[in-house]
């Protein structure tokens, strides 16, 4: 037991021996290059490891390496240019902290990648998971690599990368060594680079003010011609501050400011119209005073002002609508300063963007499987044909029926999914969108009766667009067949067509219960549908169509019943 002490101990000492190597190195350098070559040296000193490298993350998104050893000429050529915006390697998930499937086995809790033997680690992945992987060190010979995260807080700044030809180089207790000390090597990067940055303003300052001097001496030697310049001075700072004023009050963000009893000392006339108030009743008011402060916000205005550092964050405020905001504050001298936007539409058109995202996704894969599932389906409905129609069979003539039956529903599924599958242009032509309904409106009525139900048709006077009338039907079937089933019998279902805000509106509207809040963000998605035969393509295959056609799909529901509106832009007259 004494010897396991000592030896615990001992790894405790060279731990702290080596910690302690690491903070000198702030302390004896002057810029980060410097500082991470002998940190680089400080590596090769602690483990036997032919290669080692600190890539640094930079604005631009690329991760050369500032520091290596060991690497050829041949990996620095192919490593130095990689990007975190256009490039998949396991440094770049690292930095991006997005590893994949295939990385779990050699991830370690702090987010680092290690790998004592890339051979059996490439062995076990699948065909398609060897097709994604990049895998330049593996492809160069190294079978012991490990990459780990080097973090200022919670940003990656880049990463420390080892490898040797050997397996079995990087032991665990080393790994979990450096992953305690990276932030520290996280830190001093972070200073080094605000250093630079002070060096370079310092710089700039100290020639701003040589060029100042100048022209006071110049101004010294001319009283009248000093007098006048100070005038001129005066009358540029009484500008420069009307137009600093000018421009905070024409900004259309919200740009406030509060003391540290979270009091407004100044807001522009932008905030004045978000919280409804003039700027004489809101200066000195607490802002929790005026209206409801979201509990992360305030958390945040409080971490600003005791740790005087900046923060940018997003959050749904109740108090202005339920608006996404994307609030910036600043640390100031008495409190701090604010800026917010409404950035609600860009989360709605992110959330339209994923949503295209996965009907492409689905698209595609309908391509490739419709043609091949397709042909054997036809062999097998034109056998069952026959086979139902021979004497012998005549007793399973109802079982070939309800073959043949499924065989077609199958079939229309898979029309539905190569509707979703179309990637070249609809072809368009001029069309009033009432003609198109008018001629579907005998089936529709028939659906309607078979139902015991009811359905109206109000054709407004409407311009006529480009529209594919195919796939104009194809929607309008889809959008009033969900809208029958939603309703009980007895129910109207309403149709009707008019113009509103230079847009031509489709607004289908149901009598049911309504689609419940928790399913309003699924709609769209494929294959989600909350019926026990539906195939969850339907709706989707109407936000494609919709997409095609330039317009946009509103859906307003409650409890009394459901209306979907089409709004369709109306065409500028050259």
Same mark, same amino acid.
């Given at each position: 037991?004494?010897?396991?002490?000592?030896?615990?101990?001992?790894?405790?000492?060279?731990?702290?021996?080596?910690?302690?190597?690491?903070?000198?190195?702030?302390?004896?350098?002057?810029?980060?290059?410097?500082?991470?070559?002998?940190?680089?040296?400080?590596?090769?000193?602690?483990?036997?490891?032919?290669?080692?490298?600190?890539?640094?993350?930079?604005?631009?998104?690329?991760?050369?390496?500032?520091?290596?050893?060991?690497?050829?000429?041949?990996?620095?050529?192919?490593?130095?240019?990689?990007?975190?915006?256009?490039?998949?390697?396991?440094?770049?998930?690292?930095?991006?902290?997005?590893?994949?499937?295939?990385?779990?086995?050699?991830?370690?809790?702090?987010?680092?990648?290690?790998?004592?033997?890339?051979?059996?680690?490439?062995?076990?992945?699948?065909?398609?998971?060897?097709?994604?992987?990049?895998?330049?060190?593996?492809?160069?010979?190294?079978?012991?690599?490990?990459?780990?995260?080097? +973090? #200022?807080?919670?940003?990656? =700044?880049?990463?420390?990368?080892?490898?040797?030809? $050997? /397996?079995? &180089? !990087?032991?665990? @207790?080393?790994?979990?060594?450096?992953?305690?000390?990276?932030?520290?090597?996280?830190?001093?990067?972070?200073?080094?680079?605000?250093?630079?940055?002070? +060096? #370079?303003?310092?710089?700039? =300052?100290?020639?701003?003010?040589?060029?100042?001097? $100048? /022209?006071? &001496? !110049?101004?010294? @030697?001319?009283?009248?011609?000093?007098?006048?310049?100070?005038?001129?001075?005066?009358?540029?700072?009484?500008?420069?501050?009307?137009?600093?004023?000018?421009?905070?009050?024409?900004?259309?963000?919200?740009?406030?400011?509060?003391?540290?009893?979270?009091?407004?000392?100044?807001?522009?006339?932008?905030?004045?119209?978000?919280?409804?108030?003039?700027?004489?009743?809101?200066?000195?008011?607490?802002?929790?005073?005026?209206?409801?402060?979201?509990?992360?916000?305030?958390?945040?205005?409080?971490?600003?002002?005791?740790?005087?550092?900046?923060?940018?964050?997003?959050?749904?405020?109740?108090?202005?609508?339920?608006?996404?905001?994307?609030?910036?504050?600043?640390?100031?001298?008495?409190?701090?300063?604010?800026?917010?936007?409404?950035?609600?539409?860009?989360?709605?058109?992110?959330?339209?963007?994923?949503?295209?995202?996965?009907?492409?996704?689905?698209?595609?894969?309908?391509?490739?499987?419709?043609?091949?599932?397709?042909?054997?389906?036809?062999?097998?409905?034109?056998?069952?044909?026959?086979?139902?129609?021979?004497?012998?069979?005549?007793?399973?003539?109802?079982?070939?029926?309800?073959?043949?039956?499924?065989?077609?529903?199958?079939?229309?599924?898979?029309?539905?999914?190569?509707?979703?599958?179309?990637?070249?242009?609809?072809?368009?032509?001029?069309?009033?969108?009432?003609?198109?309904?008018?001629?579907?409106?005998?089936?529709?009525?028939?659906?309607?009766?078979?139902?015991?139900?009811?359905?109206?048709?109000?054709?407004?006077?409407?311009?006529?667009?480009?529209?594919?009338?195919?796939?104009?039907?194809?929607?309008?079937?889809?959008?009033?067949?969900?809208?029958?089933?939603?309703?009980?019998?007895?129910?109207?279902?309403?149709?009707?067509?008019?113009?509103?805000?230079?847009?031509?509106?489709?607004?289908?509207?149901?009598?049911?219960?309504?689609?419940?809040?928790?399913?309003?963000?699924?709609?769209?998605?494929?294959?989600?549908?909350?019926?026990?035969?539906?195939?969850?393509?339907?709706?989707?295959?109407?936000?494609?169509?919709?997409?095609?056609?330039?317009?946009?799909?509103?859906?307003?529901?409650?409890?009394?019943?459901?209306?979907?509106?089409?709004?369709?832009?109306?065409?500028?007259?050259?």
């Amino acid at each position: 037991m004494d010897i396991l002490n000592i030896i615990k101990r001992k790894e405790i000492e060279d731990e702290l021996s080596r910690t302690n190597s690491l903070l000198k190195l702030f302390v004896q350098k002057t810029n980060r290059k410097a500082y991470l070559d002998e940190v680089l040296i400080l590596l090769q000193e602690w483990i036997d490891c032919r290669c080692t490298g600190i890539r640094v993350l930079n604005d631009e998104g690329y991760v050369p390496y500032e520091s290596f050893a060991g690497f050829s000429q041949e990996f620095m050529g192919s490593e130095n240019w990689l990007s975190v915006n256009h490039h998949q390697c396991a440094c770049m998930r690292v930095i991006l902290e997005k590893p994949e499937s295939q990385d779990a086995i050699c991830m370690t809790n702090v987010g680092s990648f290690c790998c004592n033997n890339t051979i059996e680690f490439i062995c076990e992945m699948s065909t398609e998971e060897q097709s994604r992987f990049r895998g330049k060190c593996i492809e160069l010979g190294y079978k012991s690599v490990a990459i780990i995260p080097i +973090r #200022y807080q919670e940003r990656v =700044l880049g990463v420390i990368h080892l490898a040797d030809e $050997k /397996e079995g &180089k !990087l032991p665990s @207790e080393f790994i979990e060594f450096i992953e305690k000390v990276a932030p520290l090597i996280g830190e001093a990067m972070y200073r080094f680079n605000l250093e630079d940055e002070l +060096r #370079y303003k310092n710089d700039n =300052l100290e020639r701003l003010v040589e060029e100042r001097t $100048k /022209e006071l &001496k !110049l101004a010294n @030697e001319q009283l009248n011609h000093d007098i006048v310049e100070q005038k001129l001075a005066s009358e540029k700072l009484i500008r420069a501050q009307e137009e600093k004023v000018s421009i905070l009050e024409s900004m259309t963000d919200c740009f406030f400011a509060m003391d540290r009893d979270m009091r407004f000392t100044y807001i522009n006339h932008a905030g004045e119209i978000a919280f409804g108030k003039s700027q004489n009743e809101l200066l000195s008011q607490k802002i929790t005073e005026v209206i409801k402060v979201n509990d992360t916000a305030l958390q945040h205005y409080h971490e600003v002002m005791s740790e005087k550092k900046s923060a940018t964050f997003e959050i749904i405020s109740e108090a202005l609508g339920g608006k996404w905001l994307e609030i910036s504050a600043y640390s100031a001298e008495n409190g701090l300063t604010c800026y917010f936007r409404d950035i609600t539409s860009r989360k709605i058109a992110e959330g339209e963007i994923a949503r295209f995202d996965r009907l492409n996704l689905v698209g595609q894969l309908a391509a490739g499987i419709a043609h091949e599932i397709r042909n054997p389906m036809t062999t097998v409905r034109g056998y069952l044909q026959l086979l139902g129609v021979k004497p012998e069979y005549a007793t399973q003539r109802s079982t070939f029926e309800l073959m043949i039956s499924e065989v077609d529903r199958a079939n229309a599924i898979i029309t539905e999914f190569l509707s979703l599958a179309q990637t070249k242009p609809s072809e368009m032509k001029s069309r009033n969108l009432n003609d198109i309904i008018s001629h579907l409106y005998p089936l529709l009525e028939a659906d309607t009766f078979t139902q015991n139900k009811q359905i109206k048709f109000i054709a407004g006077e409407i311009p006529d667009l480009a529209l594919n009338a195919k796939e104009i039907s194809q929607l309008i079937l889809n959008l009033t067949r969900n809208g029958l089933e939603a309703m009980a019998e007895g129910g109207t279902l309403s149709i009707e067509s008019y113009v509103e805000d230079c847009k031509v509106v489709l607004e289908i509207a149901d009598e049911g219960c309504g689609i419940p809040k928790e399913n309003f963000k699924k709609l769209g998605t494929p294959f989600f549908t909350t019926k026990d035969t539906g195939t969850g393509l339907g709706f989707a295959s109407c936000y494609k169509i919709a997409e095609s056609h330039n317009a946009k799909i509103c859906i307003d529901s409650s409890p009394k019943g459901t209306t979907i509106s089409i709004l369709f832009p109306i065409p500028k007259m050259e």
